[in-house]
């Protein structure tokens, strides 16, 4: 069983490898990175997000993976919010990407490819359901919220619900919900099934090209706390909750996504707010690395 998870998250590295070797080898740079990641989340990611949920059914447990997935990441922002002020004393810069980093997963980038080559599209739904309505709504709110409290700029408390409903893949989730009783012709949902399924690949080069092996020396026990936040303790918390509330596919794939490595939002907002984004790289592309490992081992296990 291990094994059989470890293969399949393997194909998924593989892609990702070689997104990192195309930037070693100077064929693209990091600037291609964020034009692939603005490309994806304008056009294939919501016609993947719209397609997946106007063509579900919608099981009315599934409405509680994301309370779970909220509950999850705040119980790690406290965490290690707390853990900031033994470890990050000396490095006020590296706060907000370390609580960031530790609460909140990859669930859209590397959650969907995982979830949908394990569990398939039923799977996928509850996936998007996770990341779409907790990961994101965490982000664009409590991340930013953080993000500005430690950093120079700041961000008006008006900015924050533009921020969230601006969200293309939230806009094609809620479309789909609000035009699943209409039946819309089979030439369009065509042409958005084409679009969505060069969503996973693309998402996988980017963050190969996206990722940077950079380690200062305060980054690597930092980097080991986030780990064991991330990759042990998120699972574990949401594996307890989902436990009393969910079961079967809802409660696996709330376990895998809540496994899901630091998420790449970190990086991007560390860098928005002039923070310490070395860090927030280093911690990505780590925890992505030894999540070859964790995965398996947590799909394995729930299985």
Same mark, same amino acid.
């Given at each position: ?68 997935? &909220? ?157 064991? &936040? ?66 398996? &081992? ?6």
């Amino acid at each position: 069983m291990i094994l059989d998870a470890f293969f399949q998250i393997l194909q998924i590295f593989v892609v990702i490898f070689f997104g990192f070797v195309l930037k070693i080898c100077k064929i693209v740079s990091e600037r291609d990175g964020a034009v692939l990641n603005r490309i994806v989340t304008y056009t294939a990611l919501p016609a993947l997000v719209f397609t997946v949920i106007y063509r579900s059914s919608f099981k009315p447990s599934v409405f509680a993976v994301p309370l779970i997935g &909220l509950s999850v990441m705040l119980v790690l922002t406290v965490f290690s919010l707390t853990l900031t002020r033994i470890l990050c004393r000396s490095e006020p810069l590296v706060i907000a990407p370390f609580i960031l980093a530790s609460s909140g997963g990859n669930t859209g980038f590397l959650g969907y490819p995982l979830i949908s080559k394990i569990y398939g599209n039923e799977g996928l739904l509850v996936a998007i359901v996770y990341d779409i309505f907790a990961t994101v709504i965490y982000t664009m709110t409590i991340g930013t919220v953080i993000s500005s409290y430690f950093s120079q700029k700041r961000t008006s408390w008006g900015e924050i619900p533009k921020l969230v409903i601006s969200f293309v893949p939230l806009q094609a989730a809620t479309l789909a919900l609000l035009l699943k009783p209409l039946e819309i012709p089979n030439q369009v949902m065509d042409i958005l099934d084409f679009l969505g399924k060069a969503a996973i690949p693309v998402i996988l080069l980017a963050i190969g090209i996206s990722v940077q092996p950079i380690v200062e020396r305060y980054h690597l026990h930092l980097g080991i706390a986030v780990t064991l &936040l991330k990759l042990v303790a998120s699972p574990l918390i949401a594996f307890f909750l989902s436990s009393i509330f969910l079961s079967g596919l809802e409660l696996k794939v709330t376990v895998v996504e809540a496994a899901m490595p630091s998420m790449m939002m970190s990086y991007v907002l560390a860098e928005q707010y002039g923070l310490d984004s070395k860090f927030a790289s280093f911690v990505v592309l780590i925890t992505t690395m030894l999540c070859m490992i964790t995965g398996p &081992l947590v799909i394995s296990v729930i299985k």
